[in-house]
């Protein structure tokens, strides 16, 4: 190939001879210039089109990865708290169910090795093959407040109950039941009898017990002491009111161990055994009012002879 040059000044025309190598070199020259052009342009366009360089996009973005982290951990932290403080509570309630349920045990007098709060009750039972999937949390969190709900839902019934049986045992207190001395024979019945003193025909309003002299005198059921003095015919008089309508007396005593107000237990020392007032003996007249009119007290005492 052959290629004419004129010059500019001598107007001078050359020729030159152009191979195979000459023409591939060139060509090359050319898009070897023209790739660095556009590489130049592009970098140009990068640095112009990028508010940052490419180390700070890239630390931007760590930034924001690490700020996504921390509020993911905080959250997981706060429902960690959530469900620590709802187990908390669910532990309280177990407490207190344990303990509400040994006060009823105790109460009922029930069998404590069958009934016993202070161990988880007996479970068992061969490993199943089929194992099941795992728990999720939603399903943890559902179950946790389903058991709360339960135990919440026992601790009223439990507290029902408790209430009844604290109210059977405080009319089994206030009841009048037994005897009012530890030893003794019955002297004299409720109802008609030939009178000690005159010989007549009189009623008897109440149940002569005898025993030593000085022996104690107990009270029949748990109540106020409303009479606690000498009164006629009765001598050293205790009187008790009970509560629903009853009330005792404890006639003939030779010393009184109460005071008027005083409030008493079932089986406590009201007197000591005498033959005061209109008496031929040691003995303790005892008499039971239902509601203002005596009643047999061998209906409540179950005095034999």
Do not use: C
Request: proline share 4%; aromatic share 6%; charged share 20%.
């Amino acid at each position: 190939m052959s290629v004419l040059v004129v010059t500019k000044y001598f107007g001078q025309v050359n020729k030159l001879h152009l191979n195979g190598w000459h023409l591939t070199g060139i060509t090359l020259a050319v898009v070897m210039t023209a790739t660095g052009l556009v590489y130049s342009g592009i970098r140009f366009g990068l640095s112009q089109s990028q508010p940052d360089n490419i180390a700070d996009a890239l630390q931007k973005q760590v930034a924001q990865q690490r700020d996504d982290l921390t509020g993911t951990k905080r959250q997981t932290e706060e429902n960690m708290n959530a469900l620590a403080v709802r187990l908390g509570e669910l532990k309280a309630q177990v407490i207190r169910l344990n303990a509400l349920g040994q006060r009823l045990v105790h109460m009922a007098k029930l069998d404590k090795g069958e009934f016993n709060f202070e161990h988880p009750p007996a479970q068992g039972g061969p490993e199943t093959a089929e194992r099941g999937s795992p728990m999720q949390v939603t399903d943890f969190v559902a179950s946790m407040e389903d058991l709360l709900r339960q135990i919440e839902h026992r601790s009223l019934q439990l507290n029902v109950l408790e209430s009844m049986l604290m109210n059977r045992n405080l009319q089994e207190e206030v009841y009048p039941a037994g005897r009012p001395v530890r030893r003794g024979w019955v002297s004299s019945y409720f109802g008609f009898r030939t009178d000690p003193f005159n010989g007549r025909v009189a009623h008897h309003d109440g149940v002569d017990i005898a025993s030593a002299e000085g022996a104690d005198i107990l009270a029949v059921a748990a109540g106020v002491i409303t009479w606690a003095g000498p009164r006629y015919g009765f001598g050293h008089l205790v009187e008790v009111n009970h509560g629903n309508g009853y009330v005792t007396r404890y006639a003939h005593n030779e010393e009184i161990m109460v005071q008027v107000g005083a409030t008493v237990k079932k089986g406590q020392v009201l007197a000591k055994m005498g033959s005061t007032g209109r008496s031929t003996g040691p003995h303790v007249h005892f008499e039971v009012l239902k509601s203002g009119k005596m009643v047999d007290p061998a209906n409540y005492l179950q005095i034999s002879g």
